[in-house]
């Protein structure tokens, strides 16, 4: 196959892509906020959540995508609701007002810190104001995400909620030219580990850890990645992203929704501090 045959589409989400479980949480009373919920892993991740039932709070700065997420939700025919947030993770005082938009929705239980981006470039010529929005978006936002949620979780009759952050194998290990990325996915273990700490055994706190998902983010990275090394795009793939992996293919965005699915559920309640790995052999394996 030609490289400009190489199909870097992402998958359409079809309902029967959702892991859907049985929980006390999982109704239409338990409100979920998801970052970054206008495409890829976030998109994915508010649609199955919906799916579970729960009234869920999509934010993004992406309006048109989060019109196209509350498009999908009516197209799997998700049970509960879809609420777009148009929000800027940034902006401190637009962070707040979707925090108290979701507990206006009812009992706000889980967040899901999703929202990312990536900058493909050395230490040495890693562009600062790059640098800093990386780390805003991806560490700052969800440190005061959690901040203003975990009152809110706490308030709860029973105390009994979740917040699962996005991690990466870039949050085990490093690689050339993520400096920023990956200094923000160590981070998020961090503070996971941080929630879990101050949680009390019923406010829960979880990373999800995975390679390389096929979203609109990856393809870009793709992209990057093959002009900064002067290879081709399937190169890229196969040699840099799957090369190391003993699982050789690319994860889908619902995949890892169900990971979170998983985790914020009542079979995820020893998931305190940890990380769910699913990496097809990435950080456990070598040759």
């Known amino acids: 196959m030609a490289d400009s045959d190489f199909d870097l589409t992402e998958?359409?989400?079809k309902a029967d892509d959702f892991l859907?479980?049985?929980?006390?949480?999982f109704t239409g009373d338990t409100v979920a906020i998801v970052t970054g919920a206008a495409s890829g892993i976030g998109q994915a991740t508010a649609v199955a959540l919906a799916a579970n039932d729960l009234t869920?709070?999509?934010?993004d700065i992406d309006e048109s995508g989060l019109a196209e997420t509350a498009d999908i939700a009516t197209e799997v025919d998700a049970s509960g609701e879809f609420v777009p947030i148009e929000a800027d993770l940034t902006d401190e005082a637009e962070v707040e007002t979707m925090v108290e938009t979701a507990a206006d929705y009812g009992d706000l239980r889980y967040v899901a810190n999703i929202a990312g981006m990536q900058h493909i470039a050395s230490i040495?010529?890693?562009p600062m104001e790059q640098y800093d929005l990386l780390l805003d978006i991806m560490l700052r936002a969800p440190f005061f995400v959690s901040k203003l949620a975990?009152?809110?979780?706490?308030?709860?009759?029973?105390?009994?909620?979740a917040i699962g952050n996005m991690s990466s194998v870039h949050g085990h290990y490093a690689t050339q030219d993520k400096a920023a990325y990956i200094t923000a996915k160590h981070g998020l273990q961090g503070l996971t580990r941080a929630i879990a700490a101050e949680g009390e055994g019923t406010l829960r706190g979880f990373s999800v850890s995975v390679g390389y998902v096929l979203t609109p983010l990856m393809v870009d990275q793709i992209e990057d990645t093959a002009a900064e090394r002067g290879i081709s795009e399937r190169e890229v793939v196969e040699d840099v992203m799957?090369?190391?992996?003993?699982?050789?293919?690319m994860m889908t965005p619902a995949e890892v929704a169900n990971l979170?699915?998983?985790?914020?559920?009542?079979?995820?309640?020893?998931?305190?501090?940890?990380?769910?790995?699913?990496?097809?052999?990435y950080t456990t394996t070598y040759e």
């Open 242 to 249: 799957l090369g190391q992996a003993r699982t050789k293919e």
């Open 20 to 25: 859907v479980l049985e929980d006390d949480h």
């Open 260 to 281: 979170f699915v998983f985790g914020f559920s009542q079979h995820g309640k020893h998931l305190n501090g940890g990380d769910m790995l699913w990496d097809g052999g």
């Open 11 to 13: 998958p359409e989400l």
């Open 124 to 126: 040495a010529e890693f």
């Open 56 to 59: 869920v709070v999509g934010a």
């Open 150 to 161: 975990m009152p809110h979780i706490r308030a709860n009759a029973d105390g009994v909620g």
